[in-house]
T-cell receptor, first 113, second 116 residues
Framework: DAKTTQPPSMDCAEGRAANLPCNHSTISGNEYVYWYRQIHSQGPQYIIHGLKNNETNEMASLIITEDRKSSTLILPHATLRDTAVYYCIVRVKSGGSNYKLTFGKGTLLTVNP | DAGVIQSPRHEVTEMGQEVTLRCKPISGHNSLFWYRQTMMRGLELLIYFNNNVPIDDSGMPEDRFSAKMPNASFSTLKIQPSEPRDSAVYFC??????????????FGNGTRLTVT
């Protein structure tokens, strides 16, 4: 059970912002939201994660709603190389104090020239 | 930082043969994860280790699959005997600490297994 819901696909024009939504209505108070992406034939690549506050790094921004039931990953200026499957994941506890990531189907983002 | 290193990159074998996939995690990372990816089922967590100890193996498909982590810098995933339905890309990932919900996973580039 991935605990997240994402649209299967999205398109974005090169140079424009890509906004990828994710619903995680059953998230618990101490569970982080992670975003990864997977470019064809490569391993998943970590992008960003957050708990309550909005986060920004060199790759993207993460906006988490106040009730934490949804979030949006923003790629401010999408390039063709950003075409990939983007996974939104809630990291859940797996026995004791350990955590694990369960991947869903993700969103295929296609950046068009 | 060399990242997570997996070998081989590609493996083609015949049904019934033993297959061993190898993984070297990032130095200093305490947790190691094995995932399998297929078109039908997506990315599935098979097993993960914390400080070389298996923590959760609920994703291992059946007794034909086994994983070991003899030390902090090496892990193997073995399939014996292999079957065509085991064909998939197998990813290894490591993390600084599975005991924290705040540690990203770093993935290798995977081993593409084809069982004929």
């Amino acid at each position: 059970d991935a605990k997240t819901t994402q649209p299967p696909s999205m398109d974005c024009a090169e140079g424009r912002a890509a906004n990828l939504p994710c619903n995680h209505s059953t998230i618990s108070g101490n569970e982080y939201v992670y975003w990864y992406r997977q470019i064809h034939s490569q391993g998943p690549q970590y992008i960003i994660h957050g708990l309550k506050n909005n986060e920004t790094n060199e790759m993207a921004s993460l906006i988490i709603t106040e009730d934490r039931k949804s979030s949006t990953l923003i790629l401010p200026h999408a390039t063709l190389r950003d075409t990939a499957v983007y996974y939104c994941i809630v990291r859940v506890k797996s026995g004791g104090s350990n955590y694990k990531l369960t991947f869903g189907k993700g969103t295929l983002l296609t950046v068009n020239p | 930082d060399a990242g997570v290193i997996q070998s081989p990159r590609h493996e083609v074998t015949e049904m019934g043969q033993e297959v061993t996939l190898r993984c070297k995690p990032i130095s200093g990372h305490n947790s190691l994860f094995w995932y399998r990816q297929t078109m039908m089922r997506g990315l599935e967590l098979l097993i993960y280790f914390n400080n070389n100890v298996p923590i959760d193996d609920s994703g291992m498909p059946e007794d034909r699959f086994s994983a070991k982590m003899p030390n902090a810098s090496f892990s193997t995933l073995k399939i014996q005997p292999s079957e065509p339905r085991d064909s998939a890309v197998y990813f290894c990932a490591s993390s600084p600490a599975a005991g924290s919900g705040n540690s990203p996973l770093h993935f290798g580039n995977g081993t593409r297994l084809t069982v004929t």
